[in-house]
């Protein structure tokens, strides 16, 4: 700074070298009033965010400022209590620290700690998504592990007699073993807890939890045939004796344990399609709540356009399932997430009425014929939500590992919005204009030549970048 | 499509499209999480031009969106890089762009020269995307305008410096901090300077335009000059311009050549052979812009001595000298008439005073591109109808030339007069002819020119026919 400060006196020196009243002098500008300005007056709380996080990536760990070691993979997720926008907005902060320092060399060296950055966040979203997707590992698991015998519970509020049932039940369970609860049993009973016929009916109810565990395991797994085999003997094993029962539910157990390990792979392949079948019977009910999508999919000729229906309601599914999941683990409100989806739905009513308006003008050209123009309409609705769609994850998920220093995702949805607006404008004019002048039909396809060879001599002299070029092509293909 | 993928991946892209479409949505709402949204995004005030001050990659997806909404009339391209590698882009709107259509004049705009100085670079961008949605929507001034015209805007010519000017905190912009390019140079006293050697030539007799013949060997040796100025010297070597203005801020008048004055003197009235009409074509920018014309403006700052001010021009060495700036190595290496036009006291405003900056010279920048269709225009060619590229234009009473280009074509500006117009090339003999010039249009006048060759073959004819008949009347 002080160098700058120099070289900016020595200028004034040289202009003052030829006494100049009118040049204005600098002091003249500092009696201006001080108001907030969204461009310069986010700067410092960035550059702060940015320094710590900067210094933090270097080395290890300085003060906590804003919650930042939420970044870090050792906290748990679901315990942080700030927003997604507060992370993009700090991965924005530091990219953009970043890209200022970097941009001194040149201004395509690709920011690793940036990557870094994103990497963490992403690693970090997936270990969730895993560990909470794998009902394998039942949270049961933690219950057990610090306490295997004892009486209480992790918090250390004494064990309700349910809890304790369901403890044994869970524990021969995994263990596959039924001397886990004759031990236990026999070590209530020694030191006095229980009396025998307390014994007995912890027994059955112990019973009654193992086979309950059993046929909840056996439905995910589709142990149809083991199911009524353990759920009659079990039943069978209720009645009088102590050992026909246990036996019983082991024996099944056991069948659906060897089943389970012979062919792990297939059950668990049955189990996603399970999962995929029940998506699909259920996508129709779920999206009946999107009026708009369900028309729009409803308009789609299903035997011409399967794959197209297909891959919409695949997308919008996923979607759904994402806000709801993030609804699930706090990360957005139920609110945020039912708004986001009427946003998605109204957009997707937006798309669909300026694609028919679009495709209204068409009726009056020569080139398209009134009763194909019906299908062509509904392909190019369909076609460009698709294709709107798969843009804008296209976009988005290369911005994540974007080189680019930017790194911020809501700036390409802001600037493909900008860039879909403008094409559809050229096309409406070209159209239009077209028509009046009643020169030769616009032709679609010489255009779209023309964007991609003009978007690739872009990309080559700097002038798009790789992403928008693809994201332009992809807009006008789908048309 | 992805659904083979893998669900996972599609999952991921899923989320990331929800995340974004989240963020979105939050930020549409009112009281949305605002804390470190880095910008507004879309200030849709206006026919798709957001008000709002655009950095580097903003500026290029402006651009590109004009670019993608009137691809018909539009082109981007660069000139060059900046010192720290950002493109000096410029998009260019025609009728037919990229090519240079014989006759049809070229236009130029550069902003942001001096990289604080940020009015400038935005207007240029509301311009640009002003002239695409007028053009669309039928309006005919813009569409004669862009279809006899070919007009090159580049919004900013010192990125670099703006960003750095951009970034500082707080509503006080230093008053130099982001000026120069990063290397600390002024781009705007690193031109070559031609005024010294014009004032030498007019004491001893020589040249005053086109000088410096091989430029292009001469600027890329030369070690002292900043990228952006060699981008900008070759761009006005390899395109005919014909009119251009350079845009600042700091102050609010219409400056025209020279800038420099002849004594050396801080600043005395230093007028150029085209005086007369670079006043014309001054005013014709500042009499749409109400401030900067107003005569009971009162100056920038208290101390300002604005006396060399009128009706909103200066003379640019009266108002004060500036040595090696572009304004002058515009007219004196190539055809092109350029002014510097201070567009505000402030250098670099708040945010909220673009859209007023833009209502107060958006009629001054369409005024000034329609000056360009003044004066005399045509084309210069031989006997036999070939263009004659690099003849010479010279009028009588104005001590500056121009020549054709390419096609042979020429444009010279010229304020309401009577004019005699000489068109001449090296083995060609000179024509003269007589020219009445109104305000505008441009009179479009073309030269056919004999060379000696001919003339001399069509003397021998002639000398032959007498001959002959001489010889027949005498019989011999």
Known sequence: ?479 | MAARGGRALLALCAALAACGWLLGAGAQEPGAPAAGMRRRRRLQQEDGISFEYHRYPELREALVSVWLQCTAISRIYTVGRSFEGRELLVIELSDNPGVHEPGEPEFKYIGNMHGNEAVGRELLIFLAQYLCNEYQKGNETIVKLIHNTRIHIMPSLNPDGFEKAASQPGELKDWFVGRSNAQGIDLNRNFPDLDRIVYVNEKEGGPNNHLLKNLKKIVDQNTKLAPETKAVIHWIMDIPFVLSANLHGGDLVANYPYDETRSGSAHEYSSCPDDTIFQSLARAYSSFNPPMSDPNRPPCRKNDDDSSFVDGTTNGAAWYSVPGGMQDFNYLSSNCFEITVELSCEKFPPEETLKSYWEDNKNSLISYLEQIHRGVKGFVRDLQGNPIANATISVEGIDHDVTSAKDGDYWRLLAPGNYKLTASAPGYLAITKKVAVPYSPAVGVDFELESFSERKEEEKEELMEWWKMMSETLNF
């Open chain 1, 1 to 479: 700074m002080g160098f700058l400060w120099t070289g900016t006196w020595i200028l004034v020196l040289v202009l003052q070298s030829s006494p100049i009243q009118a040049f204005p002098k600098p002091g003249g500008s500092q009696d201006k009033p001080l108001h907030n300005r969204e461009l310069s007056a986010e700067r410092p709380l960035n550059e702060q965010i940015a320094e710590a996080e900067a210094d933090k990536i270097k080395k290890t760990y300085p003060p906590d400022v804003l919650g930042l070691g939420a970044f870090l993979p050792e906290n748990k997720p679901g315990e942080s209590n700030y927003s997604f926008v507060d992370n993009l907005n700090l991965l924005k902060a530091i990219t953009e620290k970043e890209k200022i320092e970097k941009e001194r060399q040149s201004i395509r060296s690709s920011p690793h700690d940036n990557k870094l950055n994103v990497e963490d966040v992403d690693s970090t979203k997936n270990r969730r998504l895993i560990d909470d997707y794998d009902s394998t590992k039942s949270g049961l698991n933690h219950k057990f592990q610090d306490d295997p015998d004892g009486l209480h519970q992790l918090d250390g509020t004494p064990l309700t007699a349910e809890d304790i049932v369901q403890k044994i039940a869970t524990r021969i369970y995994e263990e596959n073993d039924r001397g886990v609860f004759d031990k236990i049993v026999s070590k209530l009973l020694n030191l006095g807890l229980i009396t025998e016929s307390q014994a007995h009916t912890l027994e059955d109810e112990v019973a009654e939890v193992l086979q309950k565990l059993i046929s909840k395991e056996a439905n995910i797994y589709e142990e149809e045939p083991n199911k009524p085999t353990s759920m009659t003997e079990s039943q069978a094993g209720k009645i009088p004796e102590k050992v026909t029962p246990m036996a019983a539910i082991q024996d099944g157990f056991t069948n659906g344990q060897n089943d389970e390990t012979v062919s792990n792979t297939l059950t668990l392949t049955n189990g996603l399609e399970r999962r995929t079948k029940i998506y699909n019977e259920d996508n129709f009910e779920e999206l009946q709540y999107f009026p708009n999508f369900y028309a729009l999919l409803k308009s789609i000729d299903s035997e011409k356009e399967a794959k197209e229906k297909e891959t919409l309601i695949t997308i919008m599914k996923t979607l759904i399932d994402f806000v709801k999941m993030m609804v699930k683990y706090g990360t957005i409100s139920p609110e945020e997430g039912v708004s986001y989806l009427e946003n998605l739905d109204e957009t997707i009513a937006l798309q669909t009425k300026n694609k028919l308006e679009k495709n209204v003008t068409d009726n009056k050209s020569k080139l398209f014929p009134a009763p194909s123009e019906k299908s062509h309409e509904e392909t190019d609705s369909t076609k460009e939500e698709a294709a709107k769609m798969e843009k804008e994850y296209g976009t988005l998920k290369d911005s994540t590992k974007d080189d680019n220093p930017r790194g911020k995702t809501d700036e390409p949805k802001g600037k493909t919005e900008a860039y879909l607006e403008a094409i559809r404008k050229n096309i409406e004019w070209l159209k239009k204009h077209n028509k009046k002048g009643n020169k030769e039909d616009y032709d679609l396809s010489k255009m779209r030549d023309f964007i991609n060879q003009q978007a690739d001599a872009y990309v080559e002299k700097g002038i798009l970048d790789k992403e928008e070029a693809d994201a332009i092509k992809r807009i006008y293909s789908s048309l």
